[in-house]
């Protein structure tokens, strides 16, 4: 029902900033929590950040205060802003949908090197 497919990774200085997109396509977009994952080399995947279909927010205390994520149900498009990036936020960030069943994206490659 809902393909995602995710764009705005890069290499970034720390200190800086970057985007992250989540475009979706498919039906009932807006009633599905969204969110981001990362999983960092030879790390396990991490929760970041999801965004209910209320508009209810969680985040990881690894980017409290840093990250923001937000939604556009009309657009379907999912974001999150990453601001003050650091080198331990390297890694494949993926989108995701939930609801009864489970979507995700292929990843975009986040890198934090100066």
Do not use: H
């Not at 396509?25 to 965004?51: C, E, H, M």
Request: net charge positive; charged share 15%.
């Amino acid at each position: 029902q809902v393909q995602l497919v995710e764009s705005g990774g890069g290499l970034v200085q720390p200190g800086g900033s970057l985007r992250l997109s989540c475009a979706a396509s498919g039906s009932f977009f807006n009633v599905y929590t969204v969110g981001w994952y990362r999983q960092a080399p030879g790390k396990q995947r991490d929760l970041v950040a999801t965004i209910t279909s209320g508009l209810s927010t969680n985040y990881a205390d690894s980017v409290k205060g840093r990250f923001t994520i937000s939604r556009d149900n009309a657009k379907k498009m999912v974001y999150l802003q990453m601001n003050s990036l650091k080198p331990e936020d390297t890694a494949v960030y993926y989108c995701t949908a939930r609801r009864n069943i489970d979507y995700w994206g292929q990843g975009t490659l986040v890198t934090v090197s100066s």
